[in-house]
DNA sequence: GAAGTAAAACAACACGCTGTTCAATAACAC
DNA sequence: GTGTTATTGAACAGCGTGTTGTTTTACTTC
């Protein structure tokens, strides 16, 4: 069912590619059908035979991003490994579709997405705090998820600004880290 | 210098209302000044003799905002009180400010002016930090800024989406608790 | 209250982007 | 090679934009 013409696989892989780079500059509204086209060097009639518009194209990436974090993190959460190896998986997954990643998390990115993401991973984040922590109220545990998600996609911002340079086990590590002691994270670790 | 025309006043103010109103709904690069002047019962040609465009509309708005954070943080950190009373002055201001906040910061909001916002307090926020943590590294102190102001502002967006009923301070308490002490802010404290 | 001033309304304009259609051309699969 | 399918190029109406005049309305000052 993914049998696509060798023409058009390349038409998208030329708007794809013309988009990201221009996502990396301007936020996606004073992007233009016209001038997307004109980047990828493709005929702007061609751009409306496989998207609806610029917004369908960018919810198609998104879309394959998490495709790409559910493919990667299945085998680590059978194999249940410790927490901070799930979180070095994400981060190494999120380096590994770094231009994605700058797009749609990145300065210009989209909100929304980062939104949706976030509350598609709540329910298994509460699941299981809430397990060790039974005493807390269901608002606590919700302020707490609502801190530390929005503070690990700032984390991720700040290491995509960056160049993502620093490994991903060391940003995992931070994010474990600040997660688990709070301001107590700077008192001991090295970096 | 702020003296303005009672006309020019009225129709300043009716256009906010009608943006703010329509930034509720959509995000701005929707909204075209056509149907913001409509919504407004403004005349299009009255519009762009008050402003450049939306944008510029947006950023006077966040201005304000801005100000208004600034005249009431400044009497509170004339004082020197405690942080966690600082905190508590700051979600204050933001729930005084609840319109604008649900459109500069809420899902439709300014990404980019949330990053100016936390760029500016960074400096301060670094520098009393730096004075207890003299341990850490400066990449250290540069992750836990970024999760932490992150995590300050997804907080305050769960606070918003649920109308900011829950008090100001128990809000401002549940921020410092997780800043200081990460997960184990839910091991005693009660809600 | 009247004269002068400033803002708003109204209409019209060229401009650019949009989304669609059509015939013509090119590249693909069998 | 033949039929199929994607891409091209051109043209089209539609809509929002930003600007420019002119007229009308509302305010300020005396």
């Known amino acids: 069912m993914e049998k696509l013409d060798h023409r058009a696989r390349v038409t998208r892989m030329l708007l794809r590619r013309a988009f990201t780079d221009?996502?990396?500059?301007?936020?996606i509204e004073s992007i233009s059908v016209k001038e997307l086209c004109a980047a990828a060097g493709i005929n702007r009639g061609t751009f409306y035979s496989h998207y609806q518009d610029l917004y369908d194209l960018r919810r198609q990436?998104?879309?394959?991003?998490?495709?790409?974090?559910?493919?990667?993190?299945?085998p680590l959460l059978e194999n249940a490994p410790s927490p901070l190896e799930v979180t070095e998986g994400i981060f190494r997954c999120l380096r590994d579709n770094a231009d994605v990643c700058t797009v749609v998390l990145g300065p210009c990115g989209d909100r929304g997405f980062v939104r949706r993401l976030l509350e598609g991973a709540r329910a298994s984040y509460l699941a299981g705090y809430t397990r060790y922590f039974a005493g807390a109220s269901q608002r606590q545990l919700d302020y707490f998820y609502a801190f530390v998600s929005a503070g690990c996609i700032g984390l991720l911002e700040?290491?995509?600004?960056?160049?993502?340079?620093?490994?991903?086990?060391?940003?995992?590590a931070a994010a474990e880290g600040i997660m688990l002691r709070g301001v107590g994270f700077l008192e001991t670790e090295k970096g």
Chains 1, 2 share one sequence.
């Open 61 to 74: 990436l998104e879309e394959e991003l998490v495709e790409d974090l559910q493919r990667a993190l299945a």
């Open 158 to 172: 700040r290491w995509l600004s960056e160049g993502m340079t620093t490994p991903a086990e060391e940003i995992a």
């Open 22 to 27: 221009l996502l990396k500059e301007k936020p």
